[in-house]
């Protein structure tokens, strides 16, 4: 692929088929993203590969604590704003009602809607799943940092012949991703990644999202 081919068919996937992703092939992936840029080159980040029983127990937990609906779990940043506006909103729900459309939930279903938000935590069945993480004592502009990596091992990943999904539904479960990880009190958990091998046959992974046109969001001066 170019990198052009690259960016315009990397999508989120929600749906991995059980195939194995080789050791030496993640390693590959996360070597080249590693060359995204850092202010002053100081790569704050941290990468976990789970697999295996180590993710099966580390999904299993998760899950169940997402489904006992307990309020104890919160992020350690703010993700979104607290009350969303236009268009923004607009552009959530869209996404949300297109996704729930092609997996059959109908508007108001909220146990069918919970049960497809609980598959993040099974990392959509994708074989291996990646959590980053950054120093506490960094600031917002390192987590821009952190997004450029993360958005080369999405298009690194997707040169390889492999999906992913970006996730951060997992973020306010840090106490027990730390647990699992082996993680410092001093990371900040930031987000988790599903990588693997696309099923095609899941419905769900033909949905297309749009983008807003350059008149949208681009100023031209001089």
């Avoid at 990468?47 to 998760?62: S, T």
């Avoid at 104890?72 to 909103?89: D, G, I, V």
Wanted: aromatic letters at 10%.
């Amino acid at each position: 692929m170019t990198a052009i081919d690259t960016i315009l068919n990397r999508k989120s996937i929600r749906r991995f088929l059980p195939t194995q992703v080789p050791k030496e092939l993640i390693e590959k992936v996360l070597a080249l993203a590693s060359r995204a840029p850092s202010g002053t080159n100081v790569q704050p980040w941290k990468v976990y590969v789970l697999q295996g029983e180590v993710r099966n127990n580390f999904c299993a937990e998760i899950k169940a604590a997402f489904l006992s609906g307990s309020d104890e779990y919160k992020s350690e940043f703010n993700y979104f704003p607290a009350k969303f506006k236009e268009p923004f909103l607009g552009r959530r729900r869209k996404i949300g009602f297109d996704l729930y459309g092609l997996v059959g939930i109908e508007k108001g279903d909220k146990e069918r809607m919970k049960a497809q938000h609980a598959r993040n935590f099974d990392f959509f069945d994708a074989p291996v799943g990646l959590i980053f993480t950054i120093d506490k004592g960094f600031g917002q502009g390192s987590y821009l940092d952190c997004g450029m990596l993360m958005q080369n091992v999405m298009l690194t990943a997707k040169a390889e012949g492999l999906d992913t999904c970006p996730q951060g539904a997992f973020a306010p479960y840090h106490t027990i991703i730390r647990k699992h990880l082996g993680a410092s009190e001093e990371e900040t958990i930031l987000c988790a990644m599903s990588l693997g091998y696309a099923d095609p046959a899941a419905p769900e992974n033909s949905l297309e999202t749009e983008r807003a046109p350059l008149s949208d969001f681009v100023t031209f001066l001089g």
